[in-house]
């Protein structure tokens, strides 16, 4: 089956970029999408098809996918970005839908 | 816009069932995929399989095929659940989720239900 491999934690200061690798064998071939989640909540859509944004997601959170990685990139990050962020594609060749093992971003 | 509600929390022992319904308003969804995914205490998130309510297709990941039922009332807009021979490791959150089309994403997800699996 297939895997997506995340690192377990990210940490970054206030107002820098963080970016959250996802990788998988040939992920650049299929479509990425992200989820924030925070303590005790439902996880949020904030990337989706690689790099589009859904409404009410800020311009900061942007997402790319190339080859053998996805990243999720977050700008000018703020103390209330911090959570776990899962990737997260289907595999077309069992119909299974697969994450990632999380990350937790950590806002130093 | 469509929302997706779940229904309460649950205390079950090893061995039993437990059914946990997901409701949706605000849009149809005899045309979409509702997926159910859970989430152990401290742990990530993981597939279980989905259901199409207009058809009642559906597919269960391998780790529980044999031990989850999914199915639907389209009647009322709501898809059901269940999980067979509970264990403590089944202590988790349940969510459904709403997915157009495989390769797209979640959209929706519902506010989650507490599955706790304890003597």
């Known amino acids: 089956s297939y895997v997506l491999t995340q690192p377990p934690s990210v940490s970054v200061a206030p107002g820098q970029t963080a970016s959250i690798t996802c990788g998988g064998i040939?992920?650049?071939?299929?479509?990425v999408h992200w989820y924030q989640q925070k303590p005790g909540q439902a996880p949020v859509l904030v990337i989706y098809?690689?790099?589009d944004r859904p409404s009410g997601i800020p311009d900061r959170f942007s997402g790319s996918n190339s080859r053998d990685t996805a990243t999720l990139s977050i700008s000018r990050v703020e103390a209330g970005d911090e959570a776990d962020f899962y990737c997260?594609?289907?595999?077309?060749?069992?119909?299974?839908?697969?994450f990632g093992g999380g990350t937790r971003l950590t806002v130093l | 816009q469509m929302q997706l509600l779940q229904s309460g929390a649950e205390v079950k022992k090893p061995g039993a069932s437990v059914t946990v319904s997901c409701r949706a308003s605000g849009h149809s969804f005899t045309d979409d995929y509702i997926h159910w995914v859970r989430q152990a205490p401290g742990q990530g998130l993981e597939w279980m399989g989905w259901?199409?309510?207009?058809?009642?297709?559906?597919l269960s990941a391998q780790s529980f095929q044999g031990r989850v039922t999914m199915s639907r009332d389209t009647s009322i807009n709501t898809a059901y659940m269940e999980l067979h021979e509970l264990n403590p490791d089944d202590t988790a959150f349940y969510y459904c989720?709403?997915?157009?089309?495989?390769?797209?994403?979640?959209?929706?997800w519902g506010q989650g239900t507490l599955v706790t699996v304890s003597s």
């Open positions: 098809s690689d790099r």
């Open positions: 997260q594609v289907w595999d077309y060749t069992n119909d299974h839908q697969v």
């Open positions: 040939g992920v650049g071939g299929k479509s």
């Open positions: 259901i199409m309510p207009k058809s009642g297709s559906k």
């Open positions: 989720a709403r997915v157009s089309r495989s390769d797209r994403p979640f959209d929706t």
